[in-house]
């Protein structure tokens, strides 16, 4: 899984409160708290546009360095604006790179499926997978070649290739993707 590394820094928690906050964010910057392992819960700030360009681009490790620190984390939950298009906050859960974690991979698809052209339509039935492994080894997405697959034909759990040190959490028969014939006349 890559990491995404970013400056930060402390957040003074004295101050705490919607008006500290929103000045916090109007000057650009974020709240993330840190928290898990045996340390101390973290409040600290980072640059917001960094942060959402993280987002984009779907990272979920993090890397945050402060005041001579570093601390690791995989997102855990990120809250939104009420009209849900802007991050307000973020939660970081610390985790040791030695240590196995569950968490998501995204399924991504390359190509179009031979029973697409032919009419039919490709349904997502996962668009994560559950995975469990080591975070060296974990990767952010596998990506799916579907061109081959014809109507009425399905990818299924046993037939995607994990990287190594990494467990599949769906039982074999479970199908991931599946193309479906043509409907109606």
Known sequence: MDKFVMEGSSRDTTSSG???????????????????????????????????????????????KFEGQVESGILKEVQYDIYGDKAIHADLARVSLDAEITTTMRILTSGIAKGVTGGGVMD?????????????????????????????????????????????LLSEGTPVIICHGRRGG
């Open 18 to 64: 919607s008006s500290s906050t929103r000045r916090l964010r109007d000057e650009g910057h974020m709240p993330v708290n840190v928290y898990g392992g045996d340390k101390p819960n973290l409040n600290l700030t980072v640059n917001a546009s960094e942060f959402f360009k993280a987002l984009e681009n779907h990272h979920r490790f993090f890397e945050i």
């Open 124 to 168: 997502m039935a996962y668009r994560h997978v559950p995975v469990r492994g080591k975070i060296g080894n974990l990767c952010d997405s596998l990506t799916i070649n579907v061109e081959s697959m014809g109507t009425n034909e399905s990818v299924r759990a046993r037939d995607l290739v994990m990287p190594e040190g990494v467990e599949l």
